[in-house]
């Protein structure tokens, strides 16, 4: 009898099994000539050679449904697993779109959807460190968190690092109740925004618990060793260069960084410097990092963010007393 062993250790063993082990039970009916060990995230299987190679393919097939669709149902199982090794006429699930970066909740494909998001998309995968700067709308954030989970899901990286400087939009907030988390989550809530659109609540939630991926503030990266990450510094124009040179000094063995910012939108006070306007002079012509610059091209958001966005650029080329004259 041959043994085959198939890890689960990504996924919640619940969301695959089942409650109560619903979907297990249907693989078992499924598959009579097969027996199945489950131990945690780990599945044993004994069987003929043929079968047990049969049921890896159609299992793998059920992992990238559950990747593309956020979950499962009976049917779903039914479906997928519900041959056995006498009929080994797989059904197909939908080809694969080599463009989609991460397949998230609701059957949500997320790819690069204008050609400066394809640039960060390329540049990615061929450097370590790659800026991406440009104005609001423009998918940097977005784009950047669907990477990080893509490699997180292929298992090139084993946590993510998201991060960004706690500077208040040119607003004192004041006094906010709670515990420190609570302080801090309203600065960083763009950043689970985009993770709720691309992992399951229940995964995404585990992966926040044991640290799989941390969203914190840029303070907290001081004196830490970031290896085997995918760190994520967002709104990176609010860091200045100390703070800056302190994060992009963080990274460890087998790492990728990706540096966000719109340096149109600075919210330091006006006696600091922002440290991304000026790495884009000091740091250009180092092998492995790269820089995407996104325009007015590549807004994604409503059409009236774009005017918008080009409003304030008219309006900030004009003389400091220089105002609009309305139309007639």
């Given at each position: 009898?041959?043994?085959?062993?198939?890890?689960?250790?990504?996924?919640?063993?619940?969301?695959?099994?089942?409650?109560?082990?619903?979907?297990?039970?249907?693989?078992?009916?499924?598959?009579?000539?097969?027996?199945?060990?489950?131990?945690?995230?780990?599945?044993?299987?004994?069987?003929?050679?043929?079968?047990?190679?049969?049921?890896?393919?159609?299992?793998?097939?059920?992992?990238?449904?559950?990747?593309?669709?956020?979950?499962?149902?009976?049917?779903?199982?039914?479906?997928?697993?519900?041959?056995?090794?006498?009929?080994?006429?797989?059904?197909?699930?939908?080809i694969?779109?080599?463009?989609?970066?991460?397949?998230?909740?609701?059957?949500?494909?997320?790819?690069?959807?204008?050609?400066?998001?394809?640039?960060?998309v390329?540049?990615?995968?061929?450097?370590?460190?790659?800026?991406?700067?440009?104005?609001?709308?423009?998918?940097?954030?977005?784009?950047?968190?669907?990477?990080?989970?893509?490699?997180?899901?292929?298992?090139?990286?084993?946590?993510?690092?998201?991060t960004?400087?706690?500077?208040?939009?040119?607003?004192?907030?004041?006094?906010?109740?709670?515990?420190?988390?609570?302080k801090?989550?309203?600065?960083?809530?763009?950043?689970?925004?985009?993770?709720?659109?691309?992992?399951?609540?229940?995964?995404?939630?585990?992966?926040?618990?044991?640290?799989?991926?941390?969203?914190?503030?840029?303070?907290?990266?001081?004196?830490?060793?970031?290896?085997?990450?995918?760190a994520?510094?967002?709104?990176?124009?609010?860091?200045?260069?100390?703070?800056?040179?302190?994060?992009?000094?963080?990274?460890?063995?087998?790492?990728?960084?990706?540096?966000?910012?719109?340096i149109?939108?600075?919210?330091?006070?006006?006696?600091?410097?922002?440290?991304?306007?000026?790495?884009?002079?000091?740091?250009?012509?180092?092998?492995?990092?790269?820089f995407?610059?996104?325009?007015?091209?590549?807004?994604?958001?409503?059409?009236?963010?774009?005017?918008?966005?080009?409003?304030?650029?008219?309006?900030?080329?004009?003389?400091?007393?220089?105002?609009?004259?309305?139309?007639?």
């Amino acid at each position: 009898m041959n043994e085959r062993i198939i890890s689960i250790e990504s996924y919640s063993a619940i969301e695959i099994y089942g409650v109560g082990d619903i979907y297990l039970d249907l693989i078992r009916k499924a598959w009579p000539k097969v027996k199945i060990v489950a131990r945690g995230d780990i599945l044993k299987i004994y069987g003929e050679k043929s079968d047990i190679e049969d049921f890896d393919r159609r299992f793998g097939l059920l992992l990238v449904h559950y990747d593309r669709f956020g979950g499962l149902n009976p049917n779903d199982v039914q479906l997928i697993m519900g041959v056995t090794g006498e009929n080994n006429d797989l059904t197909p699930l939908p080809i694969e779109q080599p463009d989609v970066l991460v397949y998230g909740n609701h059957g949500l494909q997320v790819r690069a959807r204008t050609i400066n998001q394809q640039k960060m998309v390329e540049s990615a995968n061929a450097n370590d460190m790659l800026f991406a700067i440009g104005p609001a709308g423009t998918g940097k954030t977005y784009t950047a968190v669907a990477l990080a989970v893509r490699a997180l899901k292929n298992r090139q990286v084993k946590r993510i690092i998201l991060t960004r400087p706690a500077v208040e939009a040119g607003e004192n907030l004041g006094f906010l109740p709670g515990d420190l988390k609570d302080k801090l989550d309203p600065y960083l809530q763009p950043l689970y925004d985009a993770l709720r659109d691309m992992l399951p609540p229940q995964k995404l939630l585990t992966y926040l618990e044991d640290g799989t991926i941390e969203v914190a503030p840029l303070a907290f990266m001081r004196g830490r060793t970031l290896d085997h990450a995918f760190a994520i510094l967002d709104e990176a124009q609010n860091a200045t260069s100390s703070q800056l040179k302190m994060f992009l000094t963080r990274m460890g063995k087998s790492a990728k960084f990706i540096i966000t910012g719109d340096i149109t939108q600075i919210d330091l006070p006006r006696n600091q410097k922002s440290g991304l306007v000026q790495s884009v002079d000091i740091l250009k012509n180092i092998e492995g990092i790269d820089f995407v610059f996104l325009d007015g091209r590549d807004i994604v958001r409503h059409r009236l963010v774009k005017k918008v966005i080009e409003a304030y650029e008219t309006l900030d080329k004009m003389p400091e007393n220089g105002h609009y004259q309305s139309k007639k």
